[in-house]
């Protein structure tokens, strides 16, 4: 059984850090795409960051030189560093895996979210 379990969600500050953090588990996870999505209300679920298997890493334009996502392969598990946050970052944030190599193609599996809040 596949489970993707995020956390590191919260309320902070504009200009605030936070780090999520997803661990997977039930899936070979060094061969997965990894990703972080947002869905903010009333909008649709967007991209924020990928990263491949082999660490190559991509970016939403509206994080770039904030975000960085990262993945340790011996602990299965995907981060999210979020610095400089703004109040448009609010949203539930998701995990997932893919196992395709082209990130366009939605992911195989996604987490429950966890919820990211900026607002002073």
């Known amino acids: 059984q596949v489970q993707l379990v995020e956390s590191g969600g919260g309320l902070v500050q504009p200009g605030g850090s936070l780090r999520l953090s997803c661990a997977a588990s039930?899936?070979?996870?060094?061969?997965?795409?990894m990703g972080w999505y947002r869905q903010a209300p009333g909008k649709q679920r967007e991209l924020v960051a990928v990263?491949?298997?082999?660490?190559?890493?991509n970016y939403a334009d509206s994080v770039k030189g904030r975000f960085t996502i990262s993945r340790d392969n011996a602990r299965n598990t995907v981060y999210l560093q979020m610095n400089s946050l703004k109040p448009e970052d609010t949203a539930l944030y998701y995990c997932?895996?893919?196992?395709?190599?082209?990130?366009?193609?939605?992911?195989?599996?996604w987490g429950q979210g966890t919820q990211v809040t900026v607002s002073s």
């Open positions: 039930g899936i070979i996870f060094r061969i997965y795409v």
């Open positions: 997932s895996a893919g196992y395709n190599s082209d990130y366009h193609i939605p992911p195989n599996y």
């Open positions: 990263i491949s298997s082999g660490g190559r890493t």
